[in-house]
């Protein structure tokens, strides 16, 4: 079932409203009807003669009424389809002017999410709040909202590899660390742990060209922001004539697919808005090989660092997603 403001509960509910009013139209006229010219009643409308069955009755025909039963369904079916097309406009022509954009890769066989812009995003409602500035480098963690963190773990990549630090913290109301260390040209993350070793806060930097591969990593989307995804099927690098397969992205509980078109230099575009925090499967839905049924992966959406996942995005962006000051992308 479709969150209740996506373009197909919409559409569902305008075509439930016009199904209703021709159903009372249509039903209320035919018990009338019925009831009027039922068996044994005579119709007020004395001096007219009785139709004769099979036989159109030319005499007595109104004009004007013959030409509303075919005036006002047309109108309505043209009004019908003007929604219906709406609604597709919606969903395939939006406006990315503020998008998130994204290229997916398929292989066989599996996923591959490619960053064109970076995103710096931070779990919402644990109490925890980590804050890391670009200019200075400093980092400072808040636990002041009761949390029982017991250790963070600092990882980030650089040119060399990947670097990981360890941190004791259990009792600290807040901590501060004034390496200016990390590059953004590199991925770096920040997880907070309690004493038995569960993850209980996490604070993330995606730079740009960063790559994440199915099944390992999820596809990190922000919400309340349209994602603008190209999508291009890859074959085997340095031979030409493997162009790929096709293959088909496919989130089910959001009731969206498109297809991964080999050889299609400008490949495919997929167009979404989630506006819900959480995670959710992804699947190949075109048969692509003796794997096809383990390319498999999940989309994470979170919220960018500072904002949460509240608004009511809709149909369209909503107003008050012009107060976004887009934190994360500045760096
Ligand atoms: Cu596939």
């Not at 249509?26 to 010219?37: S, V």
Request: proline share 5%.
């Amino acid at each position: 079932m479709p969150a209740e403001d996506t373009v197909f509960y919409v559409l569902y509910d305008k075509y439930m409203f016009w199904s209703i009013l021709v159903a009372i139209f249509t039903f209320g006229w035919l018990f009338t009807a019925m009831l009027r010219y039922r068996d044994g009643v005579e119709p007020d409308t004395t001096g007219i003669d009785h139709i004769e069955v099979g036989a159109f009755p030319v005499d007595r025909h109104n004009t004007k009424l013959e030409a509303m039963f075919y005036i006002l369904p047309t109108i309505l079916v043209v009004w019908l389809t003007v929604l219906a097309l709406g609604s597709n406009t919606a969903v395939w022509n939006p406006d990315t002017e503020d998008s998130f954009e994204i290229q997916i890769n398929a292989y066989q066989w599996y996923f591959e999410f490619e960053y064109t812009e970076p995103l710096t995003w931070e779990d919402t409602g644990t109490g925890i709040d980590v804050d890391w500035s670009p200019t200075t480098g400093l980092l400072s963690i808040n636990f002041a909202n009761g949390s029982n963190a017991d250790t963070i773990e600092v990882k980030y990549t650089t040119d060399e590899g990947v670097d990981k630090t360890e941190y004791n913290v259990s009792g600290m109301q807040e901590f501060q660390q004034g390496e200016a260390f990390w590059l953004t040209k590199h991925s770096q993350h920040i997880k907070v742990f309690d004493a038995d070793g569960v993850l209980v806060h996490t604070w993330e930097h995606i730079p740009v060209n960063h790559k994440l591969i199915t099944p390992s990593d999820p596809m990190i989307v922000p919400c309340d922001e349209l994602i603008d995804a190209s999508m291009n099927s890859k074959g085997i690098e340095g031979d030409d004539r493997n162009v790929g397969v096709q293959h088909a992205f496919w989130v089910p509980e959001w009731g969206m697919k498109e297809d991964f078109v080999p050889g299609l230099e400008a490949g495919t575009t997929l167009y979404f808005m989630p506006d819900d925090a959480g995670t959710f499967p992804i699947r190949c839905a075109e048969y692509c090989g003796l794997q096809h049924s383990v390319m498999t992966g999940e989309v994470k959406v979170v919220a960018r660092d500072n904002q949460t996942c509240e608004a009511d995005t809709g149909v369209k962006k909503s107003e008050s997603d012009s107060s976004n000051n887009y934190d994360g992308g500045e760096m």
